[in-house]
């Protein structure tokens, strides 16, 4: 009894450990005698049958890539499709000096002499029967080059392949999107048996939202193959079913002068639909010709994009996030209608500067000498900052905040292409989580006060603000922006549309005030005084509006941004926000123009010039 | 004729004694290096035939296992004494590895595997394959063994908390091999004969359980192993063609990079996890027993240290390396031959591919480290 308290017996210990550690030796045999014996029945009893089977293994499967689908436009313009090209591919197995074969290529000029070293690691480190593309897109006189030299070059080869094109090229790149080579990280993402035989999947815009559509299922056909491996005779097993063609709900020619009215500055134009929520234009420049990356971008040409001081890659509709300048002011009007029963009569008198109680700060109007007796009509067409400055004061931050989310902003819209920002619309609530000091937490009236005019913390993308307009035109209505408005079935030509999504609607305590801010925003185009009326000048139809201009203190509208690389003078975003026609509107856009000076001598014009092709040559 | 054939015996006495003390003061076991290189000859020759013949392929394995090597050589320099300090540390820092994976790891071909560290991605689980023996033994080493039924419940939670984590991410393989490794130090600590029949009774209870865990993909994989047949271009495939090729090998055969299988592509996964269907269709029946017999050697000797092993921690330990290494290749060349499911674990130091390489090679280094610096007794 005593000495199995603690006594650790080590002799015992050692003389089991080592009995165990027999028995493992003879489990172990047993267990390898059993693998043997099935080895022996595979490859010795049976060896005639799996011999046999083997020499029957002629079959290859080789997968077929199915026809990606088109994108087209509202009107029925492709604007992303594919196109053959020829490129020219080497297999190892098939050349009998790889070195000599590839000089022989560069002294043709048909491989560059800086790629030979980047060509042969990837030719030898893939099997030697796997094809490896040496050019991908050769011209007529390169493939009839190659052509005449054909038999001196065993296992080099012309072969024609599909590539994706955009007629647009890049007016429509942001949003389009293209298609690239996949990476690792694509591949780790997506299924390998649904991409074999292609290289290339959607990395942008409508190609990477609705890469399952577009992708089609793949096909397969078996190969018949000698003892070498090379192919006798094809036999198609399962054809591949091309992807489904999408109808985009852009008006590509709309685009086009969206793109071409921002010219050469950088900004952005979105234009939506209020019946529906389709996107018509979704513009932002500079952009980058999309066709190139679908036919491989080398290094030096995707570093010159990645470091170009224009930013081409960045998608100001969607991802600028520029402070709303006093496009806010419509909204911060009606939210004084809603909220606190304002008469939009009621006059403010401005002396061209407000102070808050008790203090000196002097908060200026843009207009020095002031505006005089305001009510809140004029106040939007001239776009009075003393009046909203009040007016903000009044609501308070947290009314502000409550009123202006209802429209959307400071959260993403939703729309059906990825990388969306959402914004800010700032709150008591926000301040406190946002800042790590305790100082910077509350929140300060003056902050309120700037907030009137769309300044300060408050940050709307280019489509935020074309969707809470479109929710003005269309009284409360909104919808979630989309791109894609239906599939269309390759094999039947059948059209199946996709319903709008409703979102959501800001309904006020009386209708009556959707009218006043209506009324108001036609002020500002075809008032006497309006801040838009030149652009509006000789305009056949009338149309709402609201210019803004958007001072960028170190705010930056985004992370990639250097905004102390931009000279002082060049600080200031033009902003208009409009919708046309004032009855019964049918198109609602918001235009940007980065440092293009004010809102409405810089981005009205560009509102004009877009609502004009829309009014007078589009309308259906 | 006597002097000269003494001069001549005495110098390669010398040269092997030189030899000798040089591996003795790099706390390197000579037996089990050899058996390694030539188990990693063998098997570069194999990839070689098997990777498509890219030399990339064979520079870059070569390289891992050189660095796994130089692993090995570090951690047999660490004293048995130290390892046993430091396991417990090592099991739980294991552990919320593991638990860090789950919630945030890479997923890498749809299971949650990796870490990544910015410089290497890196596989907690492959830290608990020494974690789980090493923290078991430690528990086990002073006490009294063989282990009562209170302790036992604790070495059941050192063992398959961790696999259970791993079980999730999904990796059967290893799981399996983490839960052997454990069981081994408890049966060879001494678990009486009645708790082992209730514990094997138990596990069969518990294959349901087991089954209701499992992804998709695993339980098509043992349905498929049950009935290849039933599904030839899916998951059965894999070992329909990796049957073919080892019945087509025959006693002797087909030839160094003549196997049709592995060379025009029918074999799938042939350079790593069915690589032992390469070595079949090419060197045949001898080639696998070859094989099989550097593997058996290893295994000896490990055992062998293990039974000369002078505490109770570098003796469980030891020997649960040597049988988990068994396992490792046992139940590879079970699963290629059709004799196991399918459940991917790669075949030991062959197949291609470098993160296993270098915890294997840890195993041996501790194995090393055990035989080296035993103190020397009386025999």
């Given amino acids: ?620 | 004729m006597n002097e000269i054939g003494d001069l001549n015996r005495s110098t390669s006495d010398r040269t092997l004694t030189l030899a000798a003390r040089l591996l003795k003061r790099l706390h390197l076991d000579g037996p089990l290096l050899v058996g390694l290189l030539l188990v990693c000859g063998l098997g570069s020759v194999v990839l070689y035939s098997a990777g498509g013949q890219s030399l990339d392929l064979i520079v870059r394995q070569a390289t891992r296992l050189a660095l796994a090597m130089v692993g090995m050589l570090v951690i047999a320099q660490v004293p048995p004494n130290f390892l046993r300090m430091w396991a417990p540390w090592l099991f739980v820092a294991g552990t919320a590895l593991l638990v860090v994976v789950l919630v945030g790891g890479d997923v890498g071909k749809g299971a949650q595997r990796w870490l990544d560290l910015r410089l290497f991605r890196f596989q907690p689980s492959e830290l608990m394959k020494l974690g789980v023996p090493m923290m078991a033994a430690w528990f086990l080493h002073r006490r009294r063994l063989p282990p009562k039924l209170s302790e036992l419940l604790v070495l059941a939670v050192i063992i398959f908390a961790p696999t259970l984590l791993i079980a999730k991410q999904p990796d059967l393989g290893t799981a399996l091999l983490i839960s052997s490794s454990g069981v081994f130090v408890v049966l060879l600590a001494g678990l009486q004969l009645r708790y082992i029949f209730l514990l094997g009774g138990l596990a069969m209870g518990g294959l349901p359980l087991l089954w209701h865990f499992m992804h998709d993909y695993q339980r098509q994989r043992v349905l498929t192993f049950l009935n290849p047949e039933t599904d030839p271009l899916g998951a059965g495939y894999h070992i329909i063609q990796s049957k073919i090729a080892i019945g087509s090998g025959g006693v002797f055969g087909q030839g160094w990079l003549n196997g049709s299988q592995a060379q025009l592509e029918f074999l799938p996964e042939s350079s790593t996890d069915f690589i032992f269907a390469v070595l079949g269709e090419e060197f045949g029946l001898m080639g696998q027993l070859l094989l099989i017999l550097m593997y058996m050697f290893l295994v000896a000797r490990g055992l062998y240290i293990a039974s000369h092993g002078q505490d109770t921690f570098s003796r469980l330990l030891a020997g649960s390396i040597a049988l988990t290494f068994f396992v490792y290749f046992f139940v590879n060349m079970g699963m290629v031959t059709g004799l196991l499911p399918v459940v991917g674990v790669p075949l030991p130091l062959v197949s291609y591919g470098g993160t296993s390489m270098v915890t294997l090679m840890a195993g041996f280094g501790i194995l090393m480290s055990i035989q080296s610096h035993r103190k020397l007794l009386p025999q």
């Fill in chain 1, 1 to 620: 009894m005593i000495e199995n308290i603690t006594l650790k017996d080590h002799w015992r210990e050692q003389r089991t450990f080592v009995a165990r550690i027999f028995v493992g030796v003879v489990v172990s045999i047993l267990l390898i005698g059993v693998l043997v014996a099935r080895l022996v029945n595979l490859q010795v009893t049976n060896y005639e049958h799996f011999s046999a089977l083997s020499k029957g293994n002629r079959v290859r499967i080789e997968p077929l890539p199915a026809t990606r689908g088109l994108i087209y436009d509202r009107n029925g313009q492709i604007i992303a499709q594919n196109m053959p090209a020829y490129q020219l591919e080497l297999t190892r197995e098939g050349v009998p000096n790889l070195d000599e074969t590839l000089a022989r290529l560069v002294a043709m000029e048909l491989v560059k002499e800086a790629d030979l070293g980047r060509l042969t690691r990837l030719i030898r480190s893939r099997r030697k029967f796997e094809p490896v593309t040496l050019m991908y897109q050769m011209n007529d006189e390169e493939v009839a080059r190659f052509a005449v030299m054909r038999q001196e070059f065993p296992g080099v080869d012309v072969r024609a392949r599909l590539i994706r094109q955009y007629p647009y090229g890049g007016m429509s790149s942001h949003v389009v999107g293209y298609v690239g080579s996949m990476n690792e990280a694509d591949l780790k993402r997506s299924d390998p048996a649904a991409y074999a035989g292609t290289s290339y999947s959607g990395k942008l815009g409508i190609e990477r939202a609705q890469e399952k559509l577009l992708l089609g299922q793949v096909g397969y056909q078996q190969n018949l193959v000698n003892a070498q491996g090379r192919t006798l005779q094809t036999i198609p097993q399962q054809p591949p079913l091309a992807g489904e063609d999408l109808i985009s709900t852009l008006d590509i020619s709309l685009q086009q002068t969206a793109y071409d009215a921002l010219g050469e500055h950088r900004g952005a134009v979105v234009a939506i639909d209020p019946r529906n929520g389709d996107v018509l234009v979704l513009a932002s420049t500079p952009a980058f010709d999309p066709n190139k990356f679908a036919r491989g971008l080398s290094l030096s040409e995707y570093n010159a994009l990645q470091n170009d001081p224009g930013k081409p890659l960045f998608n100001r509709a969607l991802r600028g996030q520029y402070p709303p300048g006093s496009t806010v002011k419509p909204l911060i009007a009606l939210a004084g209608l809603q909220q606190l029963k304002e008469s939009p009569l009621r006059k403010n008198f401005c002396p061209g500067y407000f102070t808050l109680p008790n203090s000196t700060h002097q908060y200026r109007d843009w207009k020095k000498e002031g505006h005089g007796q305001m009510d809140m009509k004029d106040a939007i067409a001239e776009s009075c900052d003393v009046y909203f400055y009040a007016l903000a004061l009044e609501l308070g931050i947290d009314q502000i905040h409550d009123f202006l989310v209802r429209f959307g902003l400071g959260t993403v819209t939703g729309i059906d292409i990825p990388g969306e920002k959402p914004g800010l619309i700032p709150s008591r609530e926000w301040k406190k989580g946002a800042f790590e000091r305790r100082q910077d937490q509350s929140w300060y009236p003056g902050e309120t006060v700037i907030a009137g005019i769309g300044q300060g913390y408050m940050l709307t993308t280019p489509l935020q603000l074309a969707q809470a307009t479109a929710a003005i035109a269309a009284k409360g209505k909104r919808f979630r922006p989309r791109l894609v408005v239906g599939v269309r079935d390759s094999a039947s030509g059948e059209i199946s549309e996709l319903a709008p999504e409703e979102l959501p609607p800001v309904q006020l305590s009386d209708p009556a005030y959707w009218r006043v801010i209506g009324e108001a925003m036609e002020e500002v185009n075809h008032g006497p005084r309006g801040t838009g009326r030149a652009s509006a000048a000789g305009a056949t139809y009338r149309y709402a509006g609201k210019s803004g201009t958007a001072q960028v203190f170190s705010v930056a509208q985004d992370e990639e941004y250097e905004v102390e690389d931009v000279p002082e003078h060049l600080r200031h975003h033009a902003l208009f926000v409009a919708y046309a026609p004032a009855e019964n509107p049918e198109i609602a856009l918001a235009v940007i123009v980065e440092h293009g000076g004010g809102g409405s001598a810089a981005a009205a014009p560009v509102a004009r010039k877009v609502l004009d092709a829309y009014m007078l040559s589009h309308r259906q």
